[in-house]
């Protein structure tokens, strides 16, 4: 760790220097180490590095140096014993699933999922003779009555995509324990800057690092952080390493890179955020809002307490005049860019309904608040006037 200790170390410190290994070569920045495996003095050496009685690297999907600099500085953030970076957000969720399910188990989700872990709850693994079962994630008498039947895995994600509503994680946490299961937590839409759910008692955290910890567009990863050392050693290790949802050194060098300026990012665009948020509330031809930044969201004492006040990149909002009117919206912008990423430092404004949201049913999608008029905009690091004239100028 570069001779010093990081005890201690305040958030920004451990951002920039956490987990930094320098090789013989002395680098100023962390190293990439571009291998697939590596080379034993001895077949005495390889034999014990496979008994686990040395700690020489086996091979990349195992571990690797620049892989594991980034799962130390995530560790560092998130306040974790325990880490294993993957090749995408999914493959982190499905990973920290799947390595602790079997045929028979029973699983709990909050509704307002990401699309793609929705998949995975409500149709792979009902496949494998796991059931699943949705709840309003907001409800806690629904989580209980849930959580009567016996339950092993919890899933939920708080804000929620794109409905940006909030869990209370605390409050969720303790029903779940108290059920004898565990909390996974996906934990993308509040960064570990606003938000760090083993605090609040989360067994697991899942990121996407796709998001806001590249936050430029340019890599796909993922990351699974637990204090749960039965979880992480017998069920977790001998899974990702026998799958193979390893990350590329490159990629994990990218985000090592990437989590330098996050939290500086993250405070930028959760003020631009916010600028937009309001500048949108009450503006004719908006009829709604969500944003937990606001001081009219319902969830506001929430927000104070899990995610230091702040609402987050991501504001979602309703024009009036359902599909029409959104794709007029979308496709009269001029800088702010149609994609279905978030978190980038290029605003991206989404219609959900259509592309993220396309797969889930219209009855659910009811349930969820996606109507054909909303729309999720992810807020970048470009000037908020910019962004602000960008929107004035369609939705005027
Ligand atoms: C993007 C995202 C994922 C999946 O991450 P990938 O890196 O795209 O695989 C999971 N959960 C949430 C909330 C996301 O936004």
Redo the contacts with the bound molecule.
């Keep these: 760790m570069g001779g010093k200790g990081t005890e201690g170390w305040h958030l920004a410190t451990r951002l920039v220097r956490g987990g930094t290994k320098r090789s013989q070569f002395d680098e100023t920045s962390e190293g990439l180490f571009l291998t697939s495996g590596y080379v034993y003095d001895s077949a005495a050496q390889a034999e014990g590095s496979f008994t686990g009685d040395n700690d020489h690297l086996v091979y990349s999907r195992y571990g690797n140096p620049t892989v594991g600099m980034f799962e130390e500085r995530m560790k560092l953030l998130d306040g974790a014993a325990f880490a294993f970076a993957t090749a995408?957000?999914?493959?982190?969720?499905f990973s920290a699933l799947m390595s602790q399910l079997r045929q028979g188990d029973r699983v709990v989700a909050s509704r307002a999922?990401?699309g793609?872990?929705h998949f995975v709850i409500a149709e792979l693994l009902p496949r494998w003779g796991i059931a699943t079962e949705f709840v309003d994630g907001t409800d806690l008498a629904e989580w209980e009555r849930a959580l009567a039947e016996p339950t092993q895995v919890v899933l939920l994600?708080t804000p929620s995509?794109p409905g940006l509503e909030i869990i209370d994680l605390k409050a969720v946490c303790d029903l779940v324990h108290k059920a004898g299961a565990r909390v996974v937590v996906?934990n993308?839409?509040a960064t570990p800057i606003l938000q760090r759910p083993l605090e609040f008692g989360a067994d697991i955290v899942?990121y996407?690092?796709?998001?806001h910890i590249d936050g430029q567009g340019r890599v796909?990863?993922?990351m699974i952080l637990t204090d749960d050392e039965d979880f992480y050693k017998q069920q977790l290790t001998p899974f990702v390493r026998n799958t193979g949802p390893a990350i590329s050194p490159f990629n994990a060098w990218v985000l090592l890179k990437g989590l330098e300026t996050l939290e500086l990012r993250v405070h930028r665009q959760c003020d631009n955020a916010l600028t937009v948020a309001r500048f949108l509330e009450g503006r004719k031809g908006v009829t709604r809002v969500l944003y937990p930044g606001l001081e009219s969201h319902p969830q506001r004492d929430l927000v104070l307490a899990q995610m230091d006040g702040r609402g987050g990149t991501v504001v979602t909002f309703e024009v009036e005049g359902g599909r029409n009117a959104a794709y007029r919206l979308l496709d009269g912008l001029e800088l702010i860019d149609i994609s279905n990423?978030?978190?980038d430092a290029k605003s991206i404004i989404t219609h959900p309904y259509t592309t993220t949201h396309q797969k889930v049913g219209a009855d659910e999608k009811a349930r969820l608040g996606i109507t054909e008029g909303l729309v999720r905009l992810s807020v970048g690091l470009e000037d908020v006037r910019d962004i602000e004239a960008d929107l004035a100028r369609v939705l005027d």
Excluded: W
């Design positions: 995408s957000g999914m493959a982190a969720v999922l990401f793609a872990c994600e995509n996906d993308v839409f899942a996407s690092a796709t998001k796909l990863g993922g990423n978030l978190g």
